[in-house]
């Protein structure tokens, strides 16, 4: 463990002087480095690659965007403790690859009245000429939703260190029929064809979900559309709405302002704890959404989620650097608060996700940024290994509680398939109840994240292959938590849904991404993401295994695998940070 900590400094060093050479690299430098160390050695929950601040609570992302090169990443924070607080600011960090990062100063906190109890969650839009904007909630003196508009102090500073509210907030109160308290998360804006900017919000009526879409032509001055742009019948207040482009038959990006024939609309909202989307056709001159075949967000298990784990409260935005949509999430604690303050902090980020539409156009794809591939060392693989039933198969030369792991298996026979009709079956209840070591003919199989040597603790991510008496089929894709920990006061829920592919002709791929406490698993290519948080009893590292398992009574073969040992990513504090958030 010393020989590993002392070449983790000496990278994240390295990492210093390398990525962030506009900041003068120092002996500081080193010990924020020394001591982001020591904390993962001391507490085996804490992430090598995942973002998380130094210490206390973290939830929502805010604001990310591209600004002079410098990738900007803001995120609700509690700067008095590790659990949520009565006073929650913004904070801060930046990047220039979107995996190392520097800690700012907090950004924005309460100055106003408009934002005097805290300053919750809002979105940034690139306005003419390269000025950044924030559209933000601030909780005021009468504990009202209202928005609020900051900008950057120096536009020459590209890390943007200072922030200056307009003084005129708040620009947007909550309307008449929405309660104070149910008005919140402006959108990032678009500009219509008629140069008019536009915003969501989220908001409800006698408990309707809805998105209120707000008008402006100066940005300051803002008049509410009769109409909500999206709604739903009793899905409680709309969180985090997000309202973005994609085009058809492409993977890249697009600018929020962009519309047209050959592109369709993301209409996503947050409730009842989780991230849902619809897709549809949007007309500006209209103000008319328009979801496809006439799905909607009602929160039923027909609807489609970003995510069918923990991974709420998401924010994208446009990349032009690299012509993508970058996609991230919170990804919340699942142990108990009394656990939080013993460690001190609470709250993860997902690994940012490129995000583009299916070839299909009915579903989203998403996938790890390229970037995290400079993480990647002591490559393995396998080809053709047959996995008999019954068989455990451990991956042996990586880091097990670090790791990317890519996966494929494919199906020799599907005849024996277990009969059941799917369309009627909620697939989390599917997983609870035939989880890993429930033998079915083709499945459980897959992979054992974050297991003891004896199997006694794993975290169990597979699929299960149903037919029903057509003779079509259907793939379950499972993470199984149920023995993710020996450990009481843990929520040990599964997850699962259905993934978009047909084991006749294609093979089931699966990826994982597995960073201590967190495993973010993508079925077949990212149309299937589900994202886990576990706390093993086992307290050093080292004793983390991996192992590819066939639980079922067909055989299954492993066509590829690759799996590598990941990198810490460099987390350092800026070094004119007054109070390291």
């Given at each position: 463990?010393?020989?590993?900590?002392?070449?983790?400094?000496?990278?994240?060093?390295?990492?210093?002087?390398?990525?962030?050479?506009?900041?003068?690299?120092?002996?500081?430098?080193?010990?924020?480095?020394?001591?982001?160390?020591?904390?993962?050695?001391?507490?085996?929950?804490?992430?090598?690659?995942?973002?998380?601040?130094?210490?206390?609570?973290?939830?929502?992302?805010?604001?990310?965007?591209?600004?002079?090169?410098?990738?900007?990443?803001?995120?609700?924070?509690?700067?008095?403790?590790?659990?949520?607080?009565?006073?929650?600011?913004?904070?801060?960090?930046?990047?220039?690859?979107?995996?190392?990062?520097?800690?700012?100063?907090?950004?924005?906190?309460?100055?106003?009245?408009?934002?005097?109890?805290?300053?919750?969650?809002?979105?940034?839009?690139?306005?003419?000429?390269?000025?950044?904007?924030?559209?933000?909630?601030?909780?005021?003196?009468?504990?009202?939703?209202?928005?609020?508009?900051?900008?950057?102090?120096?536009?020459?500073?590209?890390?943007?260190?200072?922030?200056?509210?307009?003084?005129?907030?708040?620009?947007?109160?909550?309307?008449?029929?929405?309660?104070?308290?149910?008005?919140?998360?402006?959108?990032?804006?678009?500009?219509?064809?008629?140069?008019?900017?536009?915003?969501?919000?989220?908001?409800?009526?006698?408990?309707?979900?809805?998105?209120?879409?707000?008008?402006?032509?100066?940005?300051?001055?803002?008049?509410?559309?009769?109409?909500?742009?999206?709604?739903?019948?009793?899905?409680?207040?709309?969180?985090?709405?997000?309202?973005?482009?994609?085009p058809l038959n492409s993977t890249n990006g697009l600018d929020t302002s962009v519309y047209g024939g050959s592109v369709r609309h993301v209409m996503k909202a947050g409730f009842e704890g989780h991230d849902w989307y619809t897709i549809g056709t949007y007309s500006p001159d209209r103000e008319n959404f328009l979801p496809q075949n006439g799905l909607s967000l009602t929160g039923s298990t027909l609807d489609l989620r970003?995510?069918?784990?923990?991974?709420?409260?998401?924010?994208?935005?446009?990349?032009?650097?690299?012509?993508?949509?970058?996609?991230?999430?919170?990804?919340?604690?699942?142990?108990?608060?009394?656990?939080?303050?013993?460690?001190?902090?609470?709250?993860?980020?997902?690994?940012?996700?490129?995000?583009?539409?299916?070839?299909?156009?009915?579903?989203?794809?998403?996938?790890?940024?390229?970037?995290?591939?400079?993480?990647?060392?002591?490559?393995?693989?396998?080809?053709?290994?047959?996995?008999?039933?019954?068989?455990?198969?451990?991956?042996?030369?990586?880091?097990?509680?670090?790791?990317?792991?890519?996966?494929?298996?494919?199906?020799?026979?599907?005849?024996?398939?277990?009969?059941?009709?799917?369309?009627?079956?909620?697939?989390?209840?599917?997983?609870?109840?035939?989880?890993?070591?429930?033998?079915?003919?083709?499945?459980?199989?897959?992979?054992?994240?974050?297991?003891?040597?004896?199997?006694?603790?794993?975290?169990?991510?597979?699929?299960?292959?149903?037919?029903?008496?057509?003779?079509?089929?259907?793939?379950?894709?499972?993470?199984?938590?149920?023995?993710?920990?020996?450990?009481?006061?843990?929520?040990?829920?599964?997850?699962?849904?259905?993934?978009?592919?047909?084991?006749?002709?294609?093979?089931?791929?699966?990826?994982?991404?597995?960073?201590?406490?967190?495993?973010?698993?993508?079925?077949?290519?990212?149309?299937?993401?589900?994202?886990?948080?576990?706390?093993?009893?086992?307290?050093?590292?080292?004793?983390?295994?991996?192992?590819?398992?066939?639980?079922?009574?067909?055989?299954?073969?492993?066509?590829?695998?690759?799996?590598?040992?990941?990198?810490?990513?460099?987390?350092?504090?800026?070094?004119?940070?007054?109070?390291?958030?």
């Amino acid at each position: 463990m010393k020989k590993s900590l002392s070449s983790f400094i000496a990278l994240c060093f390295l990492v210093i002087v390398l990525e962030t050479g506009r900041v003068k690299a120092t002996s500081r430098d080193l010990n924020d480095v020394i001591l982001l160390a020591n904390q993962q050695i001391q507490q085996p929950y804490r992430t090598g690659y995942h973002f998380q601040p130094p210490s206390n609570w973290m939830n929502d992302p805010n604001g990310p965007m591209l600004y002079q090169g410098v990738y900007h990443f803001f995120y609700q924070y509690n700067p008095y403790a590790a659990t949520f607080g009565d006073v929650i600011i913004w904070a801060h960090a930046v990047s220039y690859d979107l995996v190392n990062w520097i800690h700012l100063d907090p950004a924005i906190y309460p100055t106003q009245e408009a934002d005097s109890k805290s300053c919750w969650s809002g979105s940034a839009t690139i306005l003419p000429g390269n000025i950044p904007a924030m559209l933000y909630t601030g909780s005021d003196s009468k504990s009202r939703q209202v928005q609020d508009l900051a900008w950057p102090k120096n536009l020459s500073d590209p890390f943007l260190r200072e922030w200056v509210k307009h003084p005129k907030n708040p620009l947007i109160i909550p309307p008449e029929g929405v309660k104070d308290d149910c008005f919140r998360d402006p959108s990032t804006a678009w500009r219509g064809p008629d140069g008019v900017w536009r915003i969501v919000v989220g908001g409800d009526r006698d408990n309707n979900g809805m998105s209120l879409l707000y008008q402006s032509t100066d940005f300051v001055n803002w008049k509410r559309y009769d109409q909500p742009l999206s709604s739903a019948i009793a899905t409680g207040t709309w969180e985090c709405p997000d309202f973005y482009p994609v085009p058809l038959n492409s993977t890249n990006g697009l600018d929020t302002s962009v519309y047209g024939g050959s592109v369709r609309h993301v209409m996503k909202a947050g409730f009842e704890g989780h991230d849902w989307y619809t897709i549809g056709t949007y007309s500006p001159d209209r103000e008319n959404f328009l979801p496809q075949n006439g799905l909607s967000l009602t929160g039923s298990t027909l609807d489609l989620r970003y995510n069918y784990g923990q991974f709420y409260a998401s924010k994208s935005f446009f990349d032009d650097a690299k012509n993508r949509r970058v996609l991230w999430a919170w990804v919340p604690e699942t142990d108990a608060p009394e656990d939080d303050i013993e460690k001190g902090w609470a709250g993860l980020q997902s690994f940012p996700r490129a995000l583009w539409i299916d070839r299909s156009g009915k579903q989203l794809i998403q996938w790890p940024i390229e970037e995290i591939e400079e993480l990647r060392q002591n490559e393995v693989n396998l080809q053709n290994k047959n996995l008999k039933p019954g068989s455990v198969l451990e991956i042996h030369g990586i880091t097990a509680s670090q790791a990317d792991v890519t996966i494929s298996f494919k199906l020799e026979e599907l005849k024996d398939a277990e009969v059941l009709d799917t369309t009627s079956v909620d697939p989390q209840v599917l997983c609870n109840e035939r989880g890993a070591s429930s033998r079915g003919a083709i499945g459980p199989f897959g992979l054992l994240a974050m297991a003891s040597k004896d199997l006694k603790e794993q975290s169990a991510i597979f699929f299960r292959v149903f037919q029903n008496q057509l003779g079509r089929y259907s793939v379950l894709m499972c993470s199984d938590l149920s023995r993710s920990t020996v450990r009481s006061n843990i929520d040990t829920t599964s997850y699962g849904a259905f993934v978009d592919i047909d084991p006749k002709s294609e093979e089931i791929s699966l990826r994982n991404l597995i960073d201590h406490s967190i495993i973010e698993s993508f079925g077949a290519g990212g149309k299937t993401c589900i994202t886990s948080r576990i706390y093993p009893q086992f307290v050093n590292n080292e004793e983390a295994h991996l192992f590819a398992f066939n639980n079922g009574t067909q055989n299954v073969k492993i066509s590829k695998m690759s799996a590598w040992s990941m990198k810490n990513a460099a987390f350092v504090v800026d070094q004119n940070v007054k109070s390291a958030a």
